[in-house]
């Protein structure tokens, strides 16, 4: 279900930008420094036998090439080509574009793909309605629907770990204040049980899924 960025809380927007590229505002589609840092994290992860690594290298603009392109192929040329793209995109397509996109084109668990129909699924309501801790809960999920998914006990135990890294590394760049940030740590998430969850997929019509094919070669 597509949403508009203009109905995305700038919350959500924010949670996104400070857990999956916090350059996004001023690379130009890749992001050298994000490449390296990933390259040092995972290199810490495997001495220190799995620890966590916070985001990988690929920015919000590589990301949304790889949802449009559906290439997850390991391999340098693939990931060359990914370069190239991203930074193609980014010189036909505005920021707040390539986030409405990424927003809409990502996958969210439980057969949902886009911000909208995960919010109506997990919380029971539009995505305009959310609040900070449940914009920075939703932003997480994408790293790994099956792991942080709230509809299982251990899911919604890593998603409720995952906000809170989200909401201090918002914190942390300025996107929202200590007295927010103290108020979104105690919110009490309130999920919708799954099987009273609004029903979001369907079976769409002929001229939707020609939509979507259509949409998917123009930005190919």
């Known amino acids: 279900e597509w949403v508009d960025d203009k109905d995305v809380p700038q919350y959500l927007k924010d949670a996104i930008i400070a857990i999956e590229d916090e350059r996004f505002d001023s690379h130009p589609g890749i992001d050298i420094q994000g490449i390296f840092q990933a390259g040092i994290g995972f290199l810490k992860s495997i001495i220190s036998d799995g620890g966590v690594q916070v985001r990988g290298g690929s920015t919000i603009t590589q990301q949304v090439v790889k949802n449009i392109t559906g290439n997850t192929r390991r391999s340098l040329q693939r990931k060359v080509q990914e370069w190239y793209a991203a930074i193609e995109l980014e010189k036909k397509y505005e920021k707040w574009q390539i986030l409405e996109l990424y927003m809409n084109l990502g996958y969210w668990g439980n057969s949902c793909i886009g911000v909208q129909s995960a919010?109506?699924?997990?919380?029971?309501?539009?995505?305009?309605?959310?609040s900070l801790a449940q914009?920075?809960?939703?932003?997480?999920?994408?790293?790994n629907p099956g792991k942080y998914d709230p509809f299982t006990e251990k899911?919604?135990?890593?998603?409720?770990?995952?906000?809170?890294?989200i909401l201090?590394?918002?914190?942390?760049?300025?996107?929202?204040?200590?007295?927010?940030?103290?108020?979104?740590?105690?919110?009490?998430l309130k999920y919708v049980p799954k099987s009273q969850s609004q029903k979001v997929t369907s079976v769409q019509s002929y001229f939707v899924d020609q939509l979507?094919?259509?949409?998917?070669?123009?930005?190919?």
Do not use: H, W
């Open 168 to 188: 201090g590394k918002m914190l942390e760049l300025g996107r929202i204040t200590k007295s927010q940030y103290d108020q979104a740590i105690k919110e009490d």
């Open 212 to 220: 979507i094919v259509d949409v998917r070669k123009a930005l190919m």
């Open 155 to 165: 899911g919604r135990q890593n998603a409720k770990k995952r906000q809170e890294i």
């Open 135 to 143: 914009c920075a809960l939703l932003a997480g999920i994408t790293n």
């Open 119 to 130: 919010s109506k699924k997990y919380f029971g309501k539009p995505v305009s309605e959310l």
